[in-house]
C-alpha cells in the first residue's frame, strides 16, 4: 500500500557521501513519494550550524534527514537540547541501515524521529559525550570501522567490512583483557574481542549482539565475547549477525541496565552508530 502524506514544504537535508557516494541519488526517489509537495533538497555537510538552520523554518516547514546511520547521529548530536516543535523524518541511503531495521521499516519509507529526541543514551567517551541511536561498539567492531575508513580515505570502491572482519579475528585484531562495570557490579575478562552497548538490536551492517534489546524499555545491553582463542572466535561471530551466538553462553555473556562502563587494558578503536573514535581505553553508557 502506498504511503501518503499531506501537501507539505519539506526540507530536505542529505548526505551525498553516504552509500560509497550514491547519496545524493538515492534520495532524488523522494520526488516520486512525495510528488504535490515543494521539496527543498540541501547537503547537509554544507550546513555549518544545524541549530540555527532549523530556527530559521517557517511553521509549516518539515525536515527530512537522508543519510546512514552516521549522518542520523551527527544529526540528533547536533540538534540535542532543542526544542523542535516541526516534524522531522529519516529517509536511509546508507549502505548498513541499522536503524530502520530496528524499528521495523523497509528502505524508502520514511521514520519520524521526533519521538526519539530527549530519550536517547549517551555514551562518555575521552571526556566527550555523545547521543546514540543504535549501538557503541568496542572491539573487533571498532577496528573494522578504523580499517574502512582508512581504506575509504585511499579507494572509491565500496569497502567490505566482512573480510576486514575476518582478517582482523585471524590476523590482525588482538583481544584484550577488560573490566565492565554494569548498575555497579564489576566483572572482569580475559581474551576480550567484543564488548558492544545496545540501545537498538542492529548495529554494524546487520548484527545483532543483544537479541532482547528493546527501546521501550528504557534500558541498553551489554554483550561481552570473550574467553576463546581467534579460530573459535572466527567461527562463533557470523552467528552475530542471526542473533544465534548467544547460545555460547561460555564466551558470551549478555547484561542489561541503566549505567554501564567498559574498560580495555590497551587502546582499541570504537565505533558509535558507524562513527569511528581511535585509541580509546574506556567507555561510559548512561540512560
Known sequence: MREEYKMSTYQILYNPLSNNGQGEAEVKSLSNKLESNELIFKDITKIGDIKAFIN????????I???GDGTL???LNDIDGMDIKTDVLFFATGSGNDFIASVGVAKGNLVPLNPFFGKLPTVTVNGKD???INGVGFGID??????GDDMRATTNKPINYTSIAIKGLLFHFKPVNATVTVDGKTERFERVWLVPTMFGRFYGGGMIPTPDQKREDGTVSTMVYHGCGKL???MVFPNIFKGEHVKEEK?????KGHSVTVEFDKPTALQIDGETIRNVTSYSVTI
Open 130 to 132: 555523545y547521543k546514540f
Open 56 to 63: 530559521s523554518l517557517g511553521a509549516d516547514e518539515k525536515i
Open 232 to 234: 573459535k572466535a572466527l
Open 142 to 147: 571498532g577496528y573494522c570501522c578504523e580499517v
Open 65 to 67: 534527514i537522508a543519510g
Open 251 to 255: 564466551i558470551v555473556k549478555i547484561y
Open 73 to 75: 547521529n551527527h544529526f
